[in-house]
């Protein structure tokens, strides 16, 4: 995580509060991973919109990973990548300062490399409570899962909600309790088939209440705080990240541990 003092954007955002706020955002790009796990070259795609120090403060935190070398014939190499990350603001009145973070990493294969999605079951659709549409309040959530031998979810939990847009005080354990159920029921009965045996992998779902293409930008989240069953804090090993679709690079594994902040 980086701080610096805080950008027009995130003093715009909201009314000034003594409580931290918190901001989300999605950006993709590429990286070279060299012979040795390290990043020798990054760039991050339409991010303009959050300036040019912020943008170059993620990229140093990139450039500071570390992979497992990738191996080709048994030899390392260079390897190239996609990325989609997602960001996250934290945002200090007091202080007039902002904290800024990755929280989320999936890597995607460049065509022509790698393991190929494959064929799975479609993934049901989630229920949207419909009181929340009404308020016109979101989520994002993130999901991990178990996987059995052909792919289907033996468990998955939420281990993580965050609220977005309009956010009732009244309804707001309400609406985080019902977002997790409706999250967990659904993903409960998807299958990957091309990550079968896979073990324990994390994926994002988002509910909106537009249907208008999400702008670039910060969004204002609002963490529902929960504990999160046993069995995701005592894994062997992190879930491995995926994309809401379940594509995911096989090759590329980050042992760099990704930031926390954000709830």
Do not use: C
Not at 190 to 207: C, K, N, Q, S, Y
Not at 251 to 257: G, I, K, W
């Amino acid at each position: 995580m980086f701080k610096m003092l805080m950008p027009a954007l995130l003093l715009a955002a909201g009314a000034v509060a003594a409580e931290p706020v918190y901001f989300s955002a999605d950006v993709g790009g590429q990286l070279t991973i060299g012979p040795a796990g390290e990043v020798v070259d990054v760039s991050l795609e339409d991010a303009a919109w959050m300036g040019e120090d912020v943008v170059q403060g993620y990229e140093r935190q990139i450039r500071a990973w570390r992979f497992k070398p990738v191996l080709e014939d048994g030899k390392p190499v260079n390897a190239v990548a996609r990325m989609a990350l997602g960001l996250v603001a934290v945002r200090d009145d007091e202080a007039r300062t902002a904290h800024f973070a990755i929280r989320r990493a999936v890597f995607l294969d460049p065509p022509g490399t790698g393991q190929p999605p494959g064929e799975g079951r479609a993934l049901r659709i989630p229920a949207f409570p419909a009181e929340a549409v009404h308020s016109g309040t979101g989520a994002n959530i993130m999901l991990v899962a178990e996987l059995d031998a052909e792919g289907d979810v033996r468990r998955v939990a939420a281990e993580s909600v965050h609220l977005t847009g309009n956010v009732p005080k009244q309804k707001f354990k309400y609406f985080g309790k019902q977002f997790r159920r409706a999250a967990e029921q659904a993903a409960s009965q998807w299958r990957f088939d091309h990550l079968a045996g896979e073990g324990i992998v994390r994926i994002p779902m988002v509910f909106t209440v537009s249907r208008s293409a999400k702008a670039p930008g910060w969004q204002q989240i609002h963490p529902f705080r929960f504990e999160p069953p046993a069995w995701i804090r005592q894994a062997d090993a992190p879930p491995r990240n995926l994309a809401a679709n379940g594509e995911g690079s096989r090759r590329l594994e980050l042992l760099t541990p990704l930031d926390e902040a954000g709830g």
